[in-house]
């Protein structure tokens, strides 16, 4: 899935929470088209309708500044106005979209991350009457379902160019991204553990297992299934980096490695359950079943089975 589809997938979501929450029947939005921005000019182009009966409002490009939402986007805070069409606290570049959809009560509650201003979302009621606090709370609640999903996104593509980064570096980071790729020079027939680790430090390949353990537990909450293949395939190759030309199946679930590759950062069961999204008596459940696995009786032990079976770096 292209990142325009991901974009697409989070905005119906998101569009569906807010109407079930609020009880409004039109709720639309878009993103930013022109990418993240701050203030001062950009737009965002609606791409999502849900409950709409025209379309009279998909593909309008919302300028910063220029009615209910853009507005919103100026501000970086929602907005409401009671009567759109007669309303003197914005301006009225769209007013034929919105009245030929009949809208009159409309909130927009802009999608801000990281201080960013990265779209809006809009909940509408085809009568004039006020938007009141519980209505505006579940939109703004929908907005950050979109929020998240974009940090987690966000973070995942960091990591990736990172990883990608140090590969075309010359640093000791690189050789451990270039023996990932399997492309280090010197490391022979010997097998990619043998060639890297004789040319990466302790302190590398640290910084390896922690790139491991983070791009593990991001990989679930990526809605975007092609991102999230590429995010696995990643930690694929940097648990080979270290381990035997063949992987040892010891039938470890993907919830039983994400853990394991918590734990081996030194993260606790509570931290792995909040890096997880987990209750941490799932986290110890899933620990417990690893280890079993694994023929371990300690922590370390699992860790250090794993790490040979070839599923952590």
């Known amino acids: 899935m292209s990142a325009d589809g991901a974009d697409a997938v989070e905005m119906r979501a998101a569009l569906v929470r807010l109407r079930r929450g609020t009880g409004l029947p039109v709720a639309f939005g878009g993103l930013m088209t022109g990418g993240p921005m701050t203030g001062g000019t950009g737009s965002v182009r609606i791409g999502e309708l849900s409950g709409a009966v025209t379309g009279a409002l998909r593909g309008l490009a919302i300028a910063t500044g220029n009615g209910l939402g853009g507005k919103a986007l100026a501000l970086s805070r929602p907005c409401a106005v009671t009567d759109y069409p007669v309303s003197r606290h914005i301006s009225h570049e769209y007013d034929a979209a919105v009245a030929a959809e009949g ?24 009568t004039a009457q006020p938007l009141g606090d519980r209505t505006l709370g579940e939109a703004v609640a929908a907005a950050r379902d979109v929020e998240q999903a974009l940090v987690v996104r966000d973070e995942a593509r960091a990591l990736l160019a990172a990883v990608a980064g140090a590969g075309a570096s010359g640093s000791v980071a690189g050789e451990v991204a270039r023996g990932v790729a399997g492309s280090v020079a010197g490391a022979g027939g010997s097998g990619a553990g043998s060639g890297v680790g004789a040319a990466v430090g302790s302190a590398a390949w640290e910084e390896v297992r922690e790139a491991h353990g983070a791009l593990r537990a991001l990989a679930p909450r990526v809605v975007d299934p092609a991102l999230r293949e590429e995010l696995l395939a990643v930690c694929g190759r940097l648990a080979s980096a270290t381990a035997p030309p063949r992987v040892r199946d010891v039938g470890l679930t993907p919830r039983e490695v994400d853990v394991l590759a918590c734990v081996a950062t030194g993260a606790t069961n509570a931290a792995t359950a909040e890096r997880l999204g987990l209750r941490p008596e799932t986290v110890k459940g899933y620990l417990r079943s690893a280890m079993r696995k694994l023929g371990a009786h300690t922590r370390l032990e699992a860790v250090v089975a794993a790490r040979r079976a070839g599923l952590l770096p």
């Open 103 to 126: 809208l009159l009560s409309v909130l927009a509650v802009p999608v801000v991350v990281r201080r960013r201003v990265r779209g809006v979302l809009y909940g509408a009621l085809r």
